[in-house]
């Protein structure tokens, strides 16, 4: 059974660190993409990025790009979404997903991981 | 990229039928037959309910469909019953990323 599991939810200030993980299993974790999705408060899906385990490359949207890094390792089947400085508008639901098995689309997607970025 | 546009909301009574629109351009919806849409329980995962336009995953119920002409991709629901209440999201490759792109969103409300 193919299931992504997410890192529980996240209580931080603004300006720290924040890495929040995406562990697959149930399939090849090095031959689909994944991807993180972002859903602020009240408001709809946004794609952040996608990264292929098999060779980590990596896309991200031009409205997160340097804003946030995504990885993967692939010894331990998990990918990664990170913050070097948090700020009170990234308070959001992040969701992964994992590409396929039907065409263009993602079928498996994690449980989500709600940061919550406070003074 | 922009986002895909959806009406906000629509509504409907048990049994009836309700269309989603989504229009984009021919950079996306328009220009490629991979049209999908997502049904999303706030706070729960999202849940694929079509792919390429119009076919639905293995466990989608029937009464689920899409459609497609021009830029503009539908989701049509037909019986509704109250668990259909949610929103609902179509996304399209897009030539200039490779991520896609999602629409704004269309709240399903059951009355």
Redesign the interface.
């Known amino acids: 059974e193919v299931q992504l599991v997410q890192s529980g939810a996240e209580v931080k200030k603004p300006g720290e660190s924040l890495k929040i993980s995406c562990k697959g299993s149930g399939y090849s974790f090095t031959s689909h993409w994944i991807g993180w999705v972002r859903q602020m408060p009240g408001k709809g899906l946004e794609w952040m990025g996608i990264i292929y385990p098999g060779d980590s490359d990596t896309r991200y949207s031009p409205s997160f790009q340097g804003q946030v890094t995504i990885s993967a390792d692939k010894s331990i089947t998990t990918a990664y979404l990170q913050w070097g400085s948090l700020k009170a508008s990234d308070t959001a639901m992040y969701y992964c997903a994992r590409h396929g098995p039907y065409s263009s689309s993602w079928f498996y997607w994690g449980q989500g991981t709600l940061v919550t970025v406070s003074s | 990229?922009s986002?895909l546009t959806q009406p906000a909301s629509v509504s409907g009574s048990p049994g009836q039928s309700i269309t989603i629109s989504c229009t984009g351009t021919s950079s996306d919806v328009g220009g490629?037959n991979?049209v999908?849409w997502?049904q999303?329980h706030p706070?729960?995962?999202?849940?694929?309910m079509i792919?390429?336009v119009s076919?639905r995953?293995s466990g989608v119920s029937n009464r689920f469909s899409g459609s497609k002409s021009g830029n503009t991709a539908s989701l049509t629901i037909s019986g509704l019953q109250a668990e259909d209440e949610a929103?609902y999201?179509c996304?399209s490759?897009t030539y200039s990323?490779?991520?896609?792109?999602?629409?704004?969103?269309t709240k399903l409300t059951v009355l």
């Open positions: 990229q986002a490629y991979f999908s997502y999303h706070g729960k995962a999202p849940k694929l792919y390429e076919n995953p929103d999201y996304s490759y990323s490779t991520l896609g792109v999602f629409g704004g969103g």
